[in-house]
């Protein structure tokens, strides 16, 4: 039996942020929640591109064969989102959340990268049907931490995974059978990181799919409003579903490629450059017929083309190596100091004379002054790490050292410095060349201890 899907959707800003920059999209064969990030100018942007990407495989699809579409897209929209930073540096940083799912009747095939979620309510249970990728919730895994302890911490909001252009970025992806009656929540963190899994259960037993929503959004609301708000709830039925296509937040308001044409046309003397970044991911390459591209033309009788040809190639050839090196530069990172604050560098920590070969990703709210004076020198000097999720979790845990250390000292008398003896040697990280060093943690000495 061929089962179908009833759902709502819906997206608002909420009470504080001052744009929607999550999107959505609900059809009869595809649900997609995705939560953009990194400012008012990038975070729609992002989250608009991958809904315009993903939607495009809106098909019936069946089994395993959804999954692999669905990261076949999400891959894509990875790649024009990567496109959108080469345009336009200043795009740097954005990225988007992406969880979702294919229906073909039976099962859903889900996609899920971030911290929105998926649930399944089934026979009056609540499951999780997806894994946050923050570094509070691998605290949690780890046995550090407890639930509640990680629904209070300031570092809740750390993604460590998330589509933002980098290659090493892939969705989890999982086959989930569904049976009549079964009902499905997905929602952004605006729902998820307010409101906790009981109160989402509770809201998800009322009989109409649009108290469902209305009650969700209300409860966030109640909670502070403080980010946007998305919802999809969806009911597993055996006839009766919804035909509608429902387009969601800031990518409602995404062009389509016809009017970006249009309107790419109309503008062009007012500003190109702005055009080309606005629209870049709605262009696809013109295809060209298998006979125009392959039709052997006659030899031209200039006698010069031929070296101009060859000159061309070696020119794109020393192109291309340029721009495989920048590639690569773009997926090292270290901890450093931007003045008086820690910050993530993207690049190479160690440039050449007269040429920097790094740029600053992210600036913490850390002061270096704040930190204990051995690690105020490691950062000072900085400090290389193997990945951008290595490098956020360095700036957490010298966040807890200098919280450790900033507690009131004991006052002690001066003595000689002792000349021998062993001397602690923490690392904030690992460094590229594989060799173990230990990272700083609070753990490993006292408030008062040498660390401090």
Same mark, same amino acid.
């Given at each position: @039996?061929?089962?179908? /899907?009833?759902?709502?959707?819906?997206?608002?800003?909420?009470?504080?942020?001052?744009?929607?920059?999550?999107?959505?999209?609900?059809?009869?064969?595809?649900?997609?929640?995705?939560?953009? @990030?990194?400012?008012?100018?990038?975070?729609?942007?992002?989250?608009?591109?991958?809904?315009?990407?993903?939607?495009?495989? =809106?098909?019936? %699809?069946?089994?395993?064969? @959804?999954?692999?579409?669905?990261?076949?897209?999400?891959?894509?929209?990875? =790649?024009?989102?990567?496109?959108?930073?080469?345009?336009?540096?200043? /795009?740097?940083?954005?990225?988007?959340?992406?969880?979702?799912?294919?229906?073909?009747?039976?099962?859903?095939?889900?996609?899920h990268i971030g911290d929105s979620r998926a649930y399944l309510y089934r026979d009056g249970h609540l499951?999780?049907?997806?894994?946050?990728?923050?570094? +509070?919730?691998?605290?949690?895994?780890?046995?550090?931490?407890? #639930?509640?302890?990680?629904?209070?911490?300031?570092?809740?909001?750390?993604?460590? $995974?998330?589509?933002?252009?980098?290659?090493?970025?892939?969705?989890?992806?999982?086959?989930?059978?569904? @049976?009549?009656? =079964?009902?499905?929540?997905?929602?952004?963190?605006?729902?998820?990181?307010?409101?906790?899994?009981?109160?989402?259960?509770?809201?998800?037993?009322?009989?109409?799919? $649009?108290?469902?929503?209305?009650?969700?959004?209300?409860?966030?609301?109640?909670?502070?409003?403080?980010? &946007?708000?998305?919802?999809?709830?969806?009911?597993?039925?055996?006839?009766?579903?919804?035909?509608?296509?429902?387009?969601?937040?800031?990518?409602?308001?995404?062009? &389509?490629?016809?009017?970006? $044409?249009?309107?790419?046309?109309?503008?062009? #003397?007012?500003?190109?450059?702005?055009?080309?970044?606005?629209?870049?991911?709605?262009?696809?390459?013109?295809?060209?017929?298998?006979?125009?591209?392959?039709?052997?033309?006659?030899?031209?009788?200039?006698?010069?083309?031929?070296?101009l040809v060859g000159l061309l190639v070696l020119l794109l050839v020393a192109v291309a190596g340029v721009?495989?090196?920048?590639?690569?530069?773009?997926?090292?990172?270290?901890?450093?100091?931007? !003045?008086?604050?820690?910050?993530?560098?993207?690049?190479?920590?160690?440039?050449?004379?007269?040429?920097?070969?790094?740029? +600053?990703? #992210?600036? !913490?709210?850390?002061?270096?002054?704040?930190?204990?004076?051995?690690?105020?020198?490691?950062?000072?000097? &900085?400090? =290389?790490?193997?990945? /951008?999720?290595?490098?956020?979790?360095?700036?957490?845990?010298?966040? #807890?050292?200098?919280?450790?250390?900033?507690?009131?000292?004991?006052? %002690?008398?001066?003595?000689?410095?002792?000349?021998?003896?062993?001397?602690?040697?923490?690392?904030?990280?690992?460094?590229?060349?594989? $060799?173990?060093?230990?990272?700083?943690?609070?753990?490993?000495?006292?408030?008062?201890?040498?660390?401090?």
């Amino acid at each position: @039996m061929t089962l179908q /899907l009833s759902y709502v959707a819906h997206s608002e800003i909420g009470l504080i942020r001052k744009n929607n920059q999550d999107s959505g999209y609900a059809s009869p064969h595809l649900l997609i929640v995705a939560d953009g @990030m990194g400012g008012a100018a990038a975070g729609d942007l992002a989250s608009a591109v991958a809904i315009d990407t993903i939607r495009k495989i =809106d098909s019936p %699809t069946a089994g395993d064969d @959804m999954l692999e579409v669905l990261a076949l897209a999400i891959h894509q929209a990875n =790649d024009k989102i990567a496109d959108l930073v080469d345009s336009d540096l200043s /795009l740097e940083g954005m990225g988007t959340t992406v969880t979702g799912a294919m229906f073909d009747g039976s099962s859903l095939g889900l996609a899920h990268i971030g911290d929105s979620r998926a649930y399944l309510y089934r026979d009056g249970h609540l499951e999780r049907l997806t894994h946050d990728h923050t570094w +509070v919730q691998s605290l949690v895994d780890d046995g550090k931490i407890s #639930e509640a302890e990680a629904a209070n911490h300031p570092h809740r909001s750390l993604l460590l $995974k998330v589509l933002n252009g980098q290659p090493t970025n892939d969705p989890d992806l999982a086959l989930v059978p569904v @049976m009549p009656g =079964d009902r499905l929540l997905f929602c952004s963190d605006g729902v998820c990181g307010l409101i906790e899994d009981d109160v989402i259960e509770v809201a998800v037993q009322l009989p109409d799919l $649009k108290d469902v929503a209305e009650r969700l959004i209300s409860e966030s609301l109640h909670q502070g409003g403080i980010d &946007n708000i998305t919802v999809i709830v969806a009911d597993v039925v055996e006839s009766g579903g919804t035909d509608d296509v429902i387009v969601l937040g800031a990518a409602s308001e995404h062009p &389509n490629p016809a009017d970006s $044409k249009t309107r790419a046309l109309s503008a062009e #003397e007012d500003d190109p450059e702005e055009i080309l970044v606005t629209n870049l991911a709605d262009f696809e390459p013109t295809p060209v017929a298998d006979e125009e591209r392959y039709t052997p033309q006659a030899p031209h009788q200039r006698r010069f083309r031929r070296p101009l040809v060859g000159l061309l190639v070696l020119l794109l050839v020393a192109v291309a190596g340029v721009g495989m090196a920048y590639g690569w530069t773009r997926t090292q990172y270290f901890v450093g100091a931007d !003045q008086d604050k820690v910050a993530i560098f993207q690049g190479l920590s160690e440039g050449l004379p007269g040429l920097s070969l790094s740029r +600053v990703y #992210e600036v !913490q709210q850390l002061a270096v002054s704040e930190l204990p004076p051995f690690y105020q020198e490691q950062v000072k000097a &900085n400090i =290389d790490v193997p990945s /951008l999720d290595s490098a956020r979790a360095t700036v957490a845990e010298l966040t #807890e050292a200098a919280k450790t250390c900033a507690g009131p000292q004991p006052t %002690t008398s001066p003595r000689p410095r002792p000349t021998s003896g062993p001397k602690p040697s923490p690392r904030p990280s690992e460094k590229p060349s594989g $060799k173990p060093s230990p990272t700083p943690s609070a753990n490993a000495t006292g408030p008062t201890g040498p660390s401090c």
